[in-house]
Structure formats: structure tokens, C-alpha cells
């Protein structure tokens, strides 16, 4: 038996595109991802994320279902699109009308809100005029964070700016798996660029814009990479490098790393660092938010063999992993998700302990862990032990970090709710909570009355 302290915080999380639908009500726009999945053959089924959770409509009694479970703390993401329709200029009062109503009503069940300002969903007009690649799409966003600060800014526990910018620049603009679907590595580096000016410059603008000193963070997903062979040395320091310090160098170093810089010196020339952007960068956050799921094994391919990619990415045309095209990833070993990610609950302790050990003053929070495998409802019960043995473990590996004395002060499990899955549409079920997606109907999972045993006895 393990105790949960009293201040470890335990809540569930969702992102607006995965879960609310609505796409074209009360004055909503069209984001990249709308684009995207409606375009043949980039989504699983041609899945779209028009109707998803059907959560926009089913806000009381979703809200009613995360009161049930008793979470502590709930992080959503709130749609630019919905309530910036073009991505500038005024606010779409209706729009805006669904977060109060949703911030509402989460302080009123007594839980945290957590709001992230971006998870993925651009609006289409910022794409247009040149989406992330483009340097004034940072200062677009810094404008929107400004102005959704002002209305939500007295209720709003924690603000994540960014979730997960690594999958925004590196899936959106490098790989296409991603929307919007392009595939260039150059571009790539300058989106990764100006999703870090973005965070850097919304973070000053949160701070003034709020009236609860709200903590203010980031949220990045981390691939922890393991040696395929005694060879693979520099292949997991180009991998750390390309999905890991490229954002914790600039936000937490104010810098970027060398190798970094020398490894993709023949996609870019990195010459959209500009001066001053790494001290805005780098304004420091209260709270470093990690998403985790997998690890990743690397080796240096041959150059004959055919290469094996298996990143754990939806493959699509182009690669995630400019000027380290090179390094293979080899399938994972062991007990896997439906994902096809291997189960590694070992890997989150050590990166804890990692991230802890070079920025010793970071406090951290899970912002997401959780796994999908095939659910099936039978006499109304969902009977996943497998998701609950997954949190299970990897809840039990974030409390043996913060008991080695890493400053973490909660976990959110990836998912309230099953939901549009990006790529993989509505294959992928990460709920704690079972929807039906003909009636809508939710149906908590065992592994969903698990974790409200575990929040209430704070005991694992
Ligand atoms: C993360 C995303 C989240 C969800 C999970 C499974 O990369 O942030 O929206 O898709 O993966």
C-alpha cells in the first residue's frame, strides 16, 4: 500500500478538438485539424473531430461525471478557434460563453481548473498566412492568450501555454502525420522556434492579464530514448536533443543546445533566432507540465538494411527527425498498449528523476498518462484491467520519484473521456470513462472507479 500525500494532486485530462464537437456552432471557425482530418486519407477512417464527444453539448452532465469520479483538478484545452474564430482581433462572446460556463462549473464541484491555451488546434486563417513557420504566429498567440486571460483570469487555477509544441512542429511541419500536413524540415525547426517565442511571449501577458496569480506553465512530451546497441551512443543524443532539449534548453536554459545546432546545420540555419528571444523564452514558469507514455529505442542504421521508423508516430510522408534521418527505431520489447507503445513505467521515475536533477528548482506535474487498448462494453461494465493496472504503475512511479524528493505535485491521466485520437481517429479508446459514440453514452471503466478509489482512500 502506497499513500498518495494530501497535496499530490489527482485529476483527468482532454483537449477541446478530442472531445467537444460543435465544430460550426455559435460562431466557431475552422482550425488546422478540421482541414486536416477532412482531408482524404489523414485520418484513420476519415475520422473528424465534427461531433466527438458530443462534450459541448453534455457540459453539465460531463461535469456531473468528473464530480462522480471526485477529481481533484480538471485540465482542458480551450479551442482558439472557438473563441478567436481567425485567430486575431475581438473575442466570440459565444465561444467564450462555454469556458465560463465550464470553469464555472468545475469551481463549483470544488475541482482545479487547468486550462491549456493551445492543443494543436491553429486557427486555419494563421495557417494561411504561414502557420507556425511564420514569426508572427507567436505574436498572434501571445494575443490571444492576453486577451482569454482577461475574461477567464480570476478563476483559472494553472495555465499551460503549449501542449506539447514537439508533436505542433515536428508532426505538423516535419513528418505531415500531423495537421497541417506539411513535410519539411526546415520548417519544421522554425515552427519549434516560434511555439517556443509563443510560450516566451504568453507567459508575461498571463501573469498581467490574471487577477488570481494563477501558476503559469508549459507542458512537453518527452521520448526517453534507450541504446538499441553498445553503437547507439550519439543516436540517443540526437533523439534527446531533437525531442527533448529543444524545448527545455530554450525555456528553461535560455539557450539552445549546441549539438542541436550542429546536428540540423544542413536543414536550416537557424537564422529565425533572433535577439532577445531567448531571454523571452526563458521567463521562468511555475510548473513544468511532462506527458509521458513510452520509451524509445535507437540505434545508428547500416545504411543498407531497409531502416526501421517504428517512433511510435502515425508514419506519413515526410520525417519528425531533421538532420537525424539516420537514427532507426527499433519496435519495443514487452507487454504494449494498443498504441503499439511499449509499457514502461520504470522510464517515467527515471525521467522524474532526470528533469529534477538538472533543473533542481522545477517543480513538475504529470500533464498526461494514461494507455489505449480495446475496450468493449458487456451488461453495461467495462472491464479494463489492464488500463487500471498501467496507471496503477505508473502513479506508483511517480510517487517513488517525489519519495526520492523530485518535486512533483500531481497526476492527470490522458483520458476523462474516449476521443478523436488525432490520426488515429476513433480507433484509439484512452478513457477512463467509455463513450458510445452512436448515443453518446458514458460508462465508467473499472479503471475509471479504480482511480476514484485511489483520489478518495489516497491510497494506492
Ligand atoms: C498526446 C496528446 C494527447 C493524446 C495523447 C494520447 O500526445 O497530447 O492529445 O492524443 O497523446
Same mark, same amino acid.
Given at each position: ?19 467537444? #464537437?460543435?465544430? @460550426? ?23 473528424? #473531430? ?20 471526485? *477529481? ?38 470544488? $475541482? ?39 475574461? *477567464? ?17 515536428? *508532426?505538423?511541419?516535419?513528418? #505531415?502525420? @500531423? ?14 522556434? @516560434? ?56 525555456? *528553461? ?6 549539438? +542541436? ?26 510548473? +513544468? ?16 538494411? /531497409?531502416?526501421? #521508423? ?15 534521418? @539516420? ?5 519495443? /520489447? ?10 514502461? /513505467? ?44 498501467? $496507471? ?62 485511489? $483520489? ?5
Amino acid at each position: 500500500m502506497t499513500r498518495i500525500p494530501a497535496d499530490f494532486l489527482l485529476g483527468a485530462a482532454t483537449a477541446a478538438y478530442q472531445i467537444e #464537437g460543435a465544430a @460550426h456552432e455559435d460562431g466557431r471557425g475552422p482550425s488546422i485539424w478540421d482541414t486536416f482530418s477532412h482531408t482524404p486519407g489523414r485520418t484513420w477512417n476519415g475520422d473528424t #473531430g465534427e461531433v466527438a464527444a458530443d462534450h459541448y453539448h453534455r457540459l453539465e452532465s460531463d461535469l456531473d461525471l468528473m464530480a462522480t469520479l471526485g *477529481l481533484e483538478a480538471y485540465r482542458f484545452s480551450i479551442s482558439w478557434p472557438r473563441v478567436q474564430p481567425g485567430g486575431s482581433g475581438d473575442l466570440n462572446d459565444l465561444g467564450v460563453g462555454f469556458y465560463h460556463r465550464l470553469v464555472d462549473g468545475l469551481l463549483a464541484r470544488g $475541482i482545479r481548473p487547468i486550462a491549456t491555451l493551445y492543443h494543436w488546434d491553429l486557427p486555419q486563417e494563421l495557417e494561411d498566412a504561414g502557420g507556425w513557420p511564420h514569426r508572427d504566429t507567436a505574436a498572434r498567440f501571445a494575443e490571444y492568450a492576453a486577451r482569454i486571460v482577461e475574461v *477567464l483570469g480570476d478563476r483559472v487555477a494553472m495555465w499551460t501555454t503549449l501542449n506539447e509544441p514537439w508533436c505542433s512542429a515536428f *508532426l505538423g511541419y516535419g513528418s #505531415g502525420g @500531423h495537421a497541417p500536413g506539411r513535410a519539411n524540415g526546415a520548417s519544421a525547426l522554425a515552427a519549434m522556434h @516560434h511555439l517556443n517565442l509563443a510560450h516566451g511571449w504568453a507567459v508575461p501577458e498571463i501573469r498581467r492579464a490574471a487577477r488570481n496569480a494563477p501558476e503559469v506553465s508549459a507542458t512537453l512530451n518527452f521520448h526517453v530514448a534507450r541504446a538499441f546497441d553498445e553503437n547507439a551512443e550519439d543516436a540517443v543524443r540526437r533523439i534527446d536533443a531533437l525531442a527533448n532539449r529543444s524545448f527545455t534548453g530554450p525555456i *528553461l536554459n535560455g539557450d539552445y543546445p549546441d549539438d +542541436l545546432i550542429l546536428d540540423t546545420a544542413g536543414v536550416s540555419d537557424w537564422q529565425f533566432v533572433r535577439a532577445g528571444d531567448l531571454d523571452a523564452i526563458s521567463a521562468p514558469i511555475d510548473v +513544468l507540465g511532462v506527458n509521458y507514455y513510452s520509451t524509445a529505442t535507437v540505434s545508428e542504421w547500416d545504411g543498407r538494411s /531497409p531502416r526501421i #521508423g517504428n517512433d511510435g508516430h502515425k508514419a506519413a510522408g515526410g520525417s519528425p527527425w531533421p538532420g537525424s534521418e @539516420h537514427v532507426e527505431f527499433h519496435p519495443q /520489447p514487452g507487454p504494449q498498449t494498443d498504441m503499439g507503445w511499449n509499457i514502461a /513505467p520504470d522510464a517515467l521515475e527515471e525521467l522524474l528523476r532526470r528533469l529534477h536533477r538538472e533543473h533542481p528548482d522545477q517543480p513538475l506535474l504529470i500533464t498526461e498518462n494514461g494507455a489505449a487498448f480495446r475496450d468493449e462494453v458487456v451488461d453495461g461494465a467495462v472491464h479494463d484491467g489492464a488500463r487500471r493496472e498501467y $496507471i496503477e504503475e505508473h502513479l506508483a512511479a511517480t510517487l517513488r520519484a517525489r519519495e526520492a524528493g523530485v518535486d512533483v505535485r500531481g497526476y492527470l491521466v490522458w483520458s476523462l473521456l474516449d476521443n478523436f485520437e488525432w490520426g488515429y481517429g476513433y480507433a484509439k479508446r484512452f478513457g477512463i470513462v467509455h463513450v458510445d459514440y452512436e448515443s453518446q453514452v458514458r460508462t465508467i471503466k473499472d479503471s475509471g472507479a479504480r482511480y476514484a478509489e485511489w $483520489i478518495r482512500s489516497r491510497e494506492l
